[in-house]
């Protein structure tokens, strides 16, 4: 018998499909909310809610999975999961995650796609809701929890290329639909990740002018003394660097290749010498060991790699800077004060419709 109950809310293309998409690619499988539930022996997946019929039927055909509800309320209270993963949009996530925590219904974790939310006063009220229902929140940031990228996390804690100083992340995307980039400075830079200070230079004028989605070249003060450059923007190459003191780890092609850096003690040699990248002892998929990382904080109270509070610092580093670039570079301190500032992920901007059934209403068209 399974030791926790899983439910999800959405079932499109992060809960489901996203799988046919990175098959055969070097992603590690599986990459969808659903197939990493079939792959965590000690989870039974208990219901499925979705307010389009032809998602929930696509759904439950896929994995001949009956259990499935047009009102995630209605879910919950008939099947009271342990974990709820929330795969929707970022539009309606505020009011879900609000609505679970006042339902006492014995969820325990609550695990929502990125970002956490659309403005900051939804994420802060999302983050205390959940502190108050001693729910676990976590923000799936995913590499957070990639076995590459927490090895390269246990070497810097370690000490391995010394004192950490610089961080860049290179990648194209969106301030908050890509949040993925700002969580992985933060997180490649040691300690909490919390940032003091920002400058934002983002790619128009225009749209940073209002609270749509947009990329850029963000500089990041964080507490801790270290400096961080990410560029979210169409960028060629997915590339992140790491420098310390004694060496450097650097991750290529979005992790699939890593070297590693380090000052040589043998004065034959050049000074820093590359050495070998220690490899993970166990390869699950992201996904998969972030299920497993939420289901151990449940039982020990520890916070998920990427939690709750993670999420709503990403998006407060993201408002700040675009308010940075509004404000012709100027130099934004965090916390950033005013809570009713937003941005609508990328994703909001191409409407209410999921893409899946639109696709296949075009192709219908065809």
């Given at each position: ?60 055909k896929r994995y001949g999975f009956p259990h499935m509800f047009e009102d995630y309320r209605d879910m919950i209270e008939k099947t009271r999961p342990d974990i709820v993963s929330i795969c929707t949009s970022a539009k309606p996530r505020a009011d879900i ?90 997180y490649l830079a040691g300690g909490d990740g919390r940032v003091s200070w920002v400058f934002g230079e983002m790619d128009d004028d225009e749209i940073a002018k209002t609270d749509d989605d947009l990329g850029g070249v963000s500089y990041l003060a964080f ?144």
């Open positions: 018998m399974s030791q926790y109950k899983a439910a999800l809310i959405g079932t499109g293309r992060i809960a489901s499909t996203i799988d046919d998409e990175v098959e055969g690619t070097d992603t590690l499988m599986p990459m969808s909310h659903m197939g990493s539930y079939l792959a965590c022996s000690e989870v039974d997946v208990v219901g499925a809610a979705d307010p389009h019929p032809q998602q929930r039927d696509s759904f439950s995650v609000l609505n679970i925590a006042a339902m006492d219904a014995g969820v325990k974790a609550i695990y929502a796609e990125k970002p956490i939310s659309i403005s900051l006063d939804e994420a802060d009220r999302m983050v205390e809701a959940c502190d108050k229902a001693g729910i676990v929140l976590a923000v799936n940031c995913s590499r957070r929890w990639d076995p590459w990228y927490t090895k390269a996390r246990q070497l810097i804690d370690n000490g391995i290329i010394g004192d950490i100083m610089h961080v860049t992340v290179n990648q194209f995307g969106h301030l908050s639909h890509n949040s993925h980039m700002l969580n992985l400075a933060r507490e801790s003394g270290v400096r961080g450059i990410v560029r979210m923007q169409s960028w060629l190459f997915n590339e992140s660097e790491i420098h310390g003191t004694d060496g450097k780890i650097r991750a290529l092609n979005d992790g699939q290749e890593w070297e590693l850096w380090r000052r040589s003690d043998d004065p034959r040699r050049a000074t820093v010498v590359r050495h070998l990248f220690p490899l993970p002892q166990r390869i699950d998929s992201p996904n998969v060991r972030a299920i497993r990382d939420i289901l151990h904080c449940t039982e020990t109270g520890d916070q998920p790699l990427s939690s709750g509070e993670d999420g709503r610092h990403d998006l407060e580093v993201a408002v700040a800077l675009r308010e940075s670039h509004r404000q012709g570079g100027k130099r934004i301190d965090l916390p950033f004060p005013d809570r009713s500032q937003k941005i609508n992920s990328y994703e909001v901007l191409l409407g209410d419709e999921p893409r899946a059934i639109a696709r296949a209403r075009d192709r219908k068209g065809k």
